[in-house]
């Protein structure tokens, strides 16, 4: 399945020119000198991490550019997301529904969700996997916080993530699916699985300055696990694809999402796992980071 537009396929100077303008704008417009990486195990990291919160501006600026650059000069510019949602919606529905939604009423919705959540869970892995070697140029020449070019891709995801949300308020219309005060629930659920792959995402990227292959088998493993994923099939509480929904973590993600939507509570079980997985990832991506950001640049 074709996930989120990946920006590293604009290989054009002039664009790679204009995004070193803006950061170099970026940094003169900022006093403060990136972190040295010196110091107490985890210190470097938390200054990093809070110069480039302070800085926040720019990479929202930079992740709108990103979101936006490969729909250039087209005709229907980020529409074009909808519509490619949207014909996948339509083909799931037309033929799958009749076998795996099992008469459900919501069965569109619950595609449309599954599909724009889990799009937006893996363009933020493997966009965030490779944040530091796409950024390379940038990264040996001007003095930003490493963690700046994650919270590019962050905003960049978030930008795609609300350009398909109209899919999702189009489904409920057609379907006549009411909407109710547990769909609330949704923002502190998105929160946290947005917490949890960015940790992932920061132990991946600083290994793959060192292992670039990670970046394709990643993007190779999501479609994998696109369809191993209750996206489009259900849970109906056996047999094995059951056993394989509860044994993967993108299920639980997308579970503390998707439920609020479907007026359903928000599953115990999956925000637990979450948590852990949350934990976990966040430990070891502290862990390597550390020890990796002042060899980074060298590796680039």
Known sequence: MSVSPQIDTVTKASAEKREDAMAELAAGAHSATAPSGRGQF???????????????RVAAWLGWKDAVLPFRRTYFGPLWLVIQTTVWLVMIAVLLGPSLGQG???????????????????????????????????IQNIPNPMTLYLLRVLFKSLFLFLAQVPVLIGAYVITGVGIDWQALWAVPGLLLSTWVILGAGLALASITPRLRDIPFALNAAMRVLFFATPIFWLMDGRGLRTLAANLNPFAHLLNVVREPLLGHPVPVHSVYVCLACGAVSWVIGIILFSRARPHIASQL
Do not use: P
């Open 42 to 56: 985890g210190g470097a990291m938390l200054q990093d991490f809070s110069e480039s919160l302070r800085r926040w």
């Open 104 to 138: 459900r009423e919501n069965y569109i919705v619950y595609v449309a969700g599954g599909m724009i959540i889990f799009q937006f869970f893996t363009g933020l892995l493997v966009d965030g996997a490779a944040s530091f070697t796409r950024d390379a140029g940038l």
